[in-house]
């Protein structure tokens, strides 16, 4: 989460990533032929990292906050005990994720009827269990969670299904406040995610090579246009391959990574041909440092902008609904790198960096950002979409920026993708066919997939706030109170 307000001009990050069991190891993940066991990475009990969002959103409240922890859990536990009415998208998630939540006897009696059917679109959701654990945390803090009894139920969970995570794991969590990453971008200041989130120092890196560029001259979504984010992309995602981890843990050379001369330097590399990426490595990013799923844009008339990209990374995470406490167990450990060279469910590889370590936080692509235009609020933004955020989120600054494209022109956009490997340029529909042409005669591999991230903004201009919601995601809106 970013935060930021106009009258002090600073920005702040919470970092609330969840952690690994202090059990975990390494080589958790490899089967005996050590081969990656990608169902135990993503859909069971050790899938989990150590919960940071109750810590999370509790911090940003008591340290920034104007309304009682009680006063911000009411409609939640409203809506948990009362129900909601489900809509499309809610019972087709659902179906898509049957088998997977019918493994889990928990899940399963929540999600689906007696006779085992789901619930259908217009009925209610209730959700009792959950709305007993809001009312733990509503009641005795947002501590409830880490040492009280659903500590308990979480561990109990653990415990029965060869699960790590112990209840001094929940005991020592902790969110911590850290530096954003801050960049330029054509005279605005961008401000993004910091480890362990790879998201702001590959923004900042990708609009810093964008510059060398006149990409308003060459259009929007112009073949030259994506050509030029489809190599830059390729070289950033290398060097995330490389050199980022939780930095608690490791040494980012984070200053190099966001240095305009490092990216000058990447940039000489591109030319008006597609690079192959088996043959583009991390680059030499200077100067490494002495140690040191959803989302949404808020701004108040007080000057306060918050920009919350939060996840338990796929849609109903592990699957695993915690028995008794009613919410689901994230599977984020499967953004470690299980093996070196080995994808994970975003196709993103790792190394050394991202390895899995006891206590460490797994890395990110989460990219709250905030851009200032003279110091002052101007957009806030942020997606979820796995491994496309970085790229989702920085082509809506890029054709906000370059391209003058009011906000949500800029959300609705079509958008393209790089990440090294594969060596595709993916986008989404809307592409005109000889720009498809253009960038296969340069080279390039261009393959149309679904919708990519689900983009929630808000531009600032004169006093007047403009909100644009990814008409991508059926439930995504645009609200003013
Ligand atoms: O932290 C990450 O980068 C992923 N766990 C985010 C997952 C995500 O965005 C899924 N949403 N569509």
Known sequence: MLISNDKTNKVLAID?????????????????????????????HQSAGVPGTVAGLALAL????????????????????????????????????????????ASAKIFFKKDGSPYKVGELFIQKDLANTLKRISKYGAREFYTGQTAKYIVEDMKANNGLI????????????????????????????????????????????????????????????????AE??????????????????????LKGITSKAYAKELSKSITNKASVSTEIK???????????????????????????????NFSYGSGIIVNKAGFLLNNEMDDFSAKPGVENAY????????????????????????VKKDGKNFLVTGSPGGSRIITTTLQVISNVIDHNLNIQAAVNAPRMHHQWFPDEIRIEEGFSKDTIKLLEDKGHKVVQKQAMGAIQSIMIKDGKFYGAADPRRSTSSALGY
């Open 16 to 44: 609330y990533r969840e952690k690994a069991p202090a059990a975990a190891y390494k080589d958790m993940f490899l089967d005996k032929n050590k081969n990656v066991d990608k169902s135990l990475s993503r859909f069971s």
């Open 62 to 105: 008591e340290k920034f906050g104007t309304i009682s922890l009680q006063a911000a859990l009411a409609p939640a536990i409203k809506l948990a005990e009362n129900g909601f009415v489900i809509t499309p998208r809610f019972f087709n998630g659902v179906k898509s994720k049957e088998k997977n939540l019918k493994r889990f006897p």
């Open 166 to 229: 112990t209840m001094d794991d929940l005991k020592s969590y902790k969110a911590s406040i850290r530096e954003p990453v801050h960049g330029t971008y054509r005279s605005y200041d961008i401000y993004s995610m910091s480890p362990p989130s790879s998201g702001g120092a590959h923004i900042v890196q990708i609009l810093n090579i964008m510059e060398n560029f006149d990409i308003k001259e060459s259009g929007h979504n112009s073949a030259q246009t994506i050509h030029i984010m």
């Open 232 to 253: 830059s992309m390729r070289r950033a995602y290398a060097d995330r391959a490389e050199y980022l981890g939780d930095s608690d843990f490791v040494k980012v050379p």
């Open 282 to 312: 991390a680059g030499n990013a200077p100067g490494y440092e002495s140690n040191e799923t959803t989302h949404f844009s808020i701004a108040d008339k007080f000057g306060n902008v918050v920009s919350n990209t939060y996840t338990i």
């Open 347 to 370: 196709g993103l590889i790792g190394g050394e960096a991202n390895k899995i370590e006891p206590n460490k936080r797994m890395l990110s692509s989460m990219s709250p950002t905030i």
